[in-house]
């Protein structure tokens, strides 16, 4: 009868003890089921690429507070114009059709960074003059931005030369036939500008026949505060 009795509580308490290790090993994958869930649910889902940073006029990188984002190219031969862009908008192209042999150049509100006029002057068959008087009539802290196109430099005189190096250009007075340049320079300025590139018309050298290659530069133009 005893052992009957301690047969029953012994059986009963096996069953007990696999009753309760079922209940733990359920909870414990209802837990760990619960972490995989949460896992795939509750992580932001990506599509494993980051867009990159676009800056103004696609600019290496993003220029400061207080300066004006610019881009620019200089004609490629005789067959594809300048290109100039300012704080995101194309000044100049031959898209907008307002380009053309010779010295192309936007004059720019050097506090607004507004665009107050382009034009360009041929100096292969134009004549100088029209140059001489549109470079007398710039204003001060008027930001001055130049692209060549073909030949900008045939009908250059000294006058026409000395008016774009007060502007802070440094290689004006070697510019020659068919040299690319590209400018960006201001009336008053007292320094020579950082912003200028130029290469020779040289047959050993050139990309293009009869051409040199194109020339591209972009930067931060410092906003005029007085």
């Known amino acids: 009868m005893k052992v009957a009795r ?20 359920e909870i414990n994958m209802d837990f760990k089921l619960a972490n995989v869930i949460c896992d795939i649910l509750c992580t932001p889902i990506t599509d494993g690429s980051t867009k990159p940073v ?21 004609g490629a031969a005789s067959v594809v114009g300048p290109r ?77 030369r000395k008016l774009i190096a007060d502007l802070g250009s440094s290689a004006i007075n070697n510019l020659g036939f068919r ?14 500008s950082p912003f200028e590139q130029h290469i020779k018309n040289s047959a050993e050298t050139n990309k293009f026949e009869g051409w040199p290659e194109v020339l591209e530069m972009e930067g931060c133009i410092p906003q005029r505060q007085d």
């Open 84 to 160: 100039i862009c300012l704080e995101d908008k194309v000044v100049m192209s031959g898209v907008k059709n307002n380009v053309g042999r010779g010295i192309n150049i936007a004059l720019v509100n050097g506090r607004t960074g507004e665009v107050v006029k382009t034009e360009y002057f041929d100096m292969w068959a134009g004549d100088v003059a029209p140059l001489i008087k549109f470079l007398n009539e710039i204003e001060d802290g008027t930001v001055v931005m130049m692209a060549s196109f073909d030949d900008s430099a045939t009908k250059l005189n000294d006058e026409a």
């Open 179 to 192: 040299d690319n340049w590209i400018f960006v320079g201001g009336k008053g300025i007292k320094t020579k």
């Open 6 to 25: 301690a047969l029953t509580v012994l059986v009963i308490a096996f069953l007990l003890a696999v009753f309760l290790a079922f209940q733990l090993f």
């Open 54 to 74: 676009r800056h103004k006029c696609g600019l290496s990188k993003a220029c400061s507070a207080g300066h004006f984002a610019f881009k620019m190219a200089s």
